[in-house]
Each structure stands twice: as structure tokens, then as C-alpha cells.
């Protein structure tokens, strides 16, 4: 399957496997906001029953990504950075999301090359640091383990 | 739509290292620079991130009080944040930060730094207010200043001059400058900048005697009650060797300001016809006067006017620029190679076009955010540019915000046309955002 149109009309979903075995089918439309998936439906590289593997994504986790594309879809009006930002929390609320989820959200927007995605994501966890009170708090909410030795980290 | 099956997926731990560096990037970009000094802190990774980021981004910073407030950022980090950025900060910037921060840095020697500003907080009160011992402590700290702003701030400028390396200096709202340091000020540094426009309403006259002590300012900004009216200051500042740009700015005399500058029997011999440049931005009640004086400036090359409004951009209140007034200008300023009249209502398009027609070596009229009649403009500058046989090169006409539509570029007149008329719907002329009130001169050197 692919989107070459001397080859075949353009087919309105495509399927996309994910890691546990999943298949989603995604509507075409959709992929001008996956980089990498339009990238790889141009040069045919699907195998022979026109199924794309992405097996570094959880099934849970590109449902999601599926439906970010579908409301920026539908909201292309509003591209202002707090409407994305209203967006993308009232997503993750319905889904019950937690930090795991944003991270393994963002490690799908770029391995997808989904920007809009990349961009609110980042932002929502830059407003989750900063809103941290000490940097210790920071270490804890993501498990950052502490190789600076405490000499380098003395201060004058 | 998925297929049947389920399976779990063992639990694993959350973690932000699970990113790559590309995208911890996107997420510390977005945080404060001292966050990200706190999260560079935090694993070594991160601090690597950080460390490439800071490489090229970190070049001016700007410091603010609530950067530094939580429990954390105590006195000690706030100088280890410090000493860490300044490998790669060359210009600071301080907005409103408290004082008794700067101070902790008076042992310090952050030559790197080159420029400096320092925002003052006019609400401080007492030992938190920057004072005279502040500008000693930034000579020691900041040995090769050159660049330094100073708003806010309760200095009496007497150790000013002991800033060697400084080639700018703005002092804005300083209200308690004494005159008798300013002497030292102009004699001992070698100035190239000095801007004292914004509310130094205890430096008068008096206190700017000696200006023409410091022979290599180049550009100087000051205010119209720093030129008292019965004295020869202003001939001293024209008299300056080096002199490419004065500003002045002035509410309530903005003619008795350009009648001092322009009129040749009020300045020096050959000052009017070293003045290559004009500009002045406001509202003005008599535009007829106005041009009377400006027309003393016979050997104008660039005049850039800009009106003001006070309506919410459909174009009503624009103030109007008569015919007749244009007409009698474009006769005296015969010289002009740029004319920017922004923001203004044209009685016609007429007097504008005398510029047209007498200015032979006009290269720009900009329109922009004017009425000018729409494309009937356009047809009647075409008009008169195509008997101009001696023209060598297309007039270019900047039209954007005004009322000729921008898809005239597209016309088949104006297609044909090219050769004479360029027409510009995108180009902002370069001040735009220039201060109202300011009269701006500008020297052949």
C-alpha cells in the first residue's frame, strides 16, 4: 500500500501495528501529522498486506497519539500554544494519564515525528518542573538518580 | 478499530531520562535559565543537556526576582548559578532584581561581561535601592563593562567616570544626579553613546556644560529641557567632531527645538547642511510651522515622519497632511533620496507627489499605515514616473497598512510598469516602534 497515485487511489485508512500486535486503523488524513509513517508509505515500505509495524509504540499509547491528531484535525483554528495546551490536558484526563504516559507519549511523538505533539508535551512537562518547589521534588516525580558526585556539586 | 487480543505489559518506572537528548532539550528550553541551572544539578546527563543548550543561548540573560524565589535559591546557589553561566553570558540584564543580590558577586571578576543593565524597581526603599557604592562595585566586578544602562536608581553619578572601558551610558530615571560629577563623567571616558532622555529631570542645561569635553560621542540622547533655550549648548553639541545621531525629545517645544537646530542663524556655521536625516515621531497641532522649519534643512537626504492616532487602526484620527504645505516642502528639500510620511491622512495625493516630481534622486516613499487615496495613488505616481526620462532606477513605493490594496503589485499596469515603480507590501520601514515626541537628527560624517 502506498500513497502513490500513479499506483492506486489513495486509501482512506492505513494500518499501523503496534508492539503488542494491535492494528489501528488510522485514517489517511491523519498522516500529513506523522512524519515518519507518510515518510515510510511513500517509499513502500509496508509489508505485503499493507500493514506498517511501529514496534517501539504501545497500543494504549498510539490510541492517543491517533486522537491528538484527530483534535488538531478538527480544531485547526486554534493554534494559539493555551488553546494546544487545553487540549492536550482535557486528553490526558479522559485517559487517566500520568507522567508515564506523557513520557511515553513524547518518546511516540518523535519516534512519529508528530510536532504538534512534541510541542505541547514538552511544554506540559516544563510547567510540571517549574511548578516543583525544590529540585529535590523534581528528582523524586522522575526518578532522576543522582550521579553527580557532591563535590562537583559543593557550593562556593 | 483494534484486533482481539489483550496483553499486559509489566510495570516499569517513570523516568525523564527515558528521553532522548533532542527532546530533554525541547523541555529545558522552556524553563528559566536558573531552572535549568537547577535541573543541570540534578544528574549528569541533564547537565549535559544543559551545557549544550547554554553553549549558544545563553549569551544575554536576563535576571528577574521571582527567578530566584523559591526556598532553594539561596545565596550561595545564586553565586555557584552565576560563575556557572558566565563562560558563556556576555551581556546581563537585571529587571527589578533585588540589589543585595548583585552584591554578592562584589568579589567576583566577571570580565566576560560587556554589557550591562540593570532595571531598577522603583517601589525599593533604603538599604535595597542601588546607590553610588553599587556603581564602584560594578567597575571592580565588571572590569571591561562598556555597555551600561542604569533606570531606577538612586546614584548621584559620582563614580561613573571611574568606569574606564565604558563607550555607553544611558541613565534613566535617575532622580538624584548632581551636576557637579558630570564634568569628570565627560572629560575622563571616552563616551561614543550617552542617553539621558527618559526622566532625568535633575540634569539640566547646566549640568551638560561640558559635553564637548568628550569628543568621540557619537550618538547622544537627551531631552529638550537639557537644551536651555538661552544658552549655546546646542551649538557645542553640533560642534561635536564625531557626532552621527541626536535625539531629543521634547512634549511641549517641539518647534522651538528644530528652529534651534535647523535655522542657520541659531547654529553653527555648515551644521543645517551636515544634517543628512530626519525623524520625528507624534502629534503635532501645526504641521504648516513644522515644515517651515524643517525646510531650513536644505540638504535633507532622509525624512521619516510618523504620525500618531488615537483610533484602533480602521485609519480615523489619522492627523492630515495638506497639499499645499507638501508642495511648498518638496520645493526646499530638493535633496531627498527617502521619504517616509506613516500615518498620516493625505488631503490628496498631490503634495506628496510634488516629491515626486522635484526630488530627483528619490529612491523610497513609504506610505505605510497612511491614506493616500487608494490605487488612484499609485496610477498618478506612474503617471509622472513615466515622463521622467532621465530616471535610471525603479521608484520603490512601501505600501503596507495603508489604503492601497496589496494585490495592485499583481495589476497588469503595474506588471508593465516595473521598470519605474516598485511596489513594496511587506516591508516595515526601520521605526516603526520609534518614541513618540523624539526629533531625531541624523550627520553626514
Not at chain 1, 493554534?79 to 511516540?108: C, H, N, P
Not at chain 1, 532522576?144 to 556539586?153: A, F, M, Y
Amino acid at each position: 500500500m502506498s500513497l502513490n497515485p500513479t499506483v492506486c487511489k489513495e486509501p482512506k485508512f492505513v494500518q499501523l501495528q503496534t508492539c503488542e500486535g494491535y492494528i489501528h486503523d488510522v485514517e489517511t488524513s491523519l498522516l500529513e501529522q506523522m512524519g515518519t509513517v507518510h515518510d515510510l508509505l511513500m517509499v513502500e515500505c509496508s509489508d505485503s498486506n499493507g500493514i506498517i509495524p511501529l514496534l517501539k509504540i504501545e497500543s494504549r499509547i498510539m490510541k492517543l497519539v491517533v486522537q491528538w491528531c484527530r483534535l488538531v484535525q478538527n480544531n485547526s483554528a486554534r493554534t494559539e500554544a493555551s488553546d494546544r495546551s487545553t487540549m492536550f490536558t482535557e486528553l490526558l484526563e479522559e485517559a487517566s494519564g500520568d507522567d508515564k504516559v506523557v513520557i511515553q507519549l513524547l518518546l511516540a511523538a518523535n519516534y512519529l515525528h508528530v510536532e504538534s505533539l512534541l510541542e505541547v508535551g514538552t511544554q506540559y512537562l516544563a510547567d510540571v518542573i517549574t511548578a516543583c518547589e525544590t529540585a529535590e521534588e523534581i528528582r523524586i516525580r522522575f526518578n532522576l538518580q543522582n550521579d553527580i558526585p557532591s563535590d562537583e556539586t559543593e557550593e562556593p | 478499530m483494534t484486533s482481539t487480543t489483550d496483553r499486559d505489559t509489566a510495570p516499569t518506572v517513570t523516568s525523564l531520562l527515558q528521553l532522548n537528548d533532542d527532546v530533554l532539550a525541547l523541555i529545558i528550553r522552556q524553563l528559566n535559565v536558573f531552572q535549568q541551572y537547577e535541573i543541570g544539578r540534578l544528574n549528569r546527563r541533564l547537565e549535559s543537556v544543559v551545557q549544550t543548550i547554554w553553549r549558544t543561548r545563553v549569551r544575554s540573560v536576563v535576571l528577574q526576582d521571582e527567578m530566584f524565589r523559591r526556598s532553594t535559591a539561596t545565596n550561595a546557589r545564586f553565586l555557584a548559578f552565576i560563575l556557572a553561566l558566565v563562560p558563556h553570558m556576555q551581556r546581563m540584564c537585571c529587571q527589578e532584581l533585588d540589589v543585595r543580590k548583585l552584591r554578592l558577586l562584589s568579589s567576583q571578576n566577571l570580565d566576560r561581561i560587556t554589557h550591562l543593565e540593570w532595571l531598577g524597581d522603583s517601589n525599593r526603599r533604603g538599604r535595597v535601592r542601588f546607590v553610588d557604592e553599587d556603581v564602584r562595585l560594578i567597575g571592580r566586578v565588571f572590569p571591561k563593562l562598556r555597555r551600561l544602562k542604569l533606570r531606577n536608581c538612586q546614584i548621584t553619578g559620582k563614580y561613573l567616570c571611574d568606569l574606564e572601558q565604558l563607550s555607553e551610558l544611558c541613565l534613566d530615571d535617575c532622580q538624584f544626579l548632581e551636576s557637579h560629577h558630570f564634568r569628570d563623567l565627560f572629560r575622563q571616558l571616552r563616551l561614543r553613546k550617552f542617553d539621558i532622555m527618559e526622566d532625568c529631570d535633575e540634569v539640566n542645561c547646566c549640568d551638560l556644560v561640558d559635553l564637548h569635553l568628550c569628543p568621540t560621542l557619537e550618538h547622544i540622547k537627551i531631552a529638550d529641557y537639557h537644551l536651555c533655550m538661552e544658552s549655546d549648548i546646542t551649538q557645542q553639541l553640533l560642534r561635536l567632531p564625531r557626532l552621527q545621531k541626536l535625539s531629543i525629545y521634547s512634549k511641549n517645544f517641539v518647534f522651538d527645538v528644530l528652529a534651534r537646530i535647523a535655522r542657520p542663524a541659531n547654529s553653527p556655521a555648515r551644521a543645517a547642511t551636515l544634517i543628512e536625516g530626519f525623524r520625528f515621531s507624534g502629534v503635532l497641532h501645526d504641521y504648516g510651522r513644522f515644515f517651515q522649519e524643517l525646510a531650513n534643512l536644505r540638504q535633507l537626504k532622509r525624512l521619516e515622519l510618523h504620525g500618531q492616532s488615537d483610533d484602533e487602526g480602521d485609519g480615523q484620527g489619522l492627523q492630515v497632511l495638506g497639499d499645499q504645505i507638501l508642495s511648498q516642502l518638496s520645493n526646499q528639500l530638493t535633496s531627498l533620496t527617502e521619504l517616509r510620511l506613516c500615518g498620516y491622512q493625505l488631503e490628496s495625493p498631490s503634495g506628496v507627489l510634488e516629491f515626486v516630481t522635484k526630488c530627483r534622486q528619490l529612491k523610497i516613499l513609504d506610505v505605510t499605515r497612511s491614506r493616500c487615496h487608494g490605487e488612484l495613488f499609485v496610477w498618478r505616481c506612474l503617471g509622472i514616473l513615466s515622463k521622467q526620462r532621465w530616471r535610471a532606477e525603479p521608484l520603490e513605493l512601501w505600501i503596507r497598512q495603508s489604503d492601497i490594496k496589496s494585490d495592485i503589485v499583481h495589476s497588469p499596469r503595474c506588471l508593465d510598469s516595473v521598470r519605474l515603480l516598485r511596489i513594496d507590501a511587506k516591508q516595515i520601514g526601520p521605526s516603526l516602534d520609534c518614541k513618540s515626541g523624539v526629533l531625531k537628527f541624523i550627520f553626514v560624517r
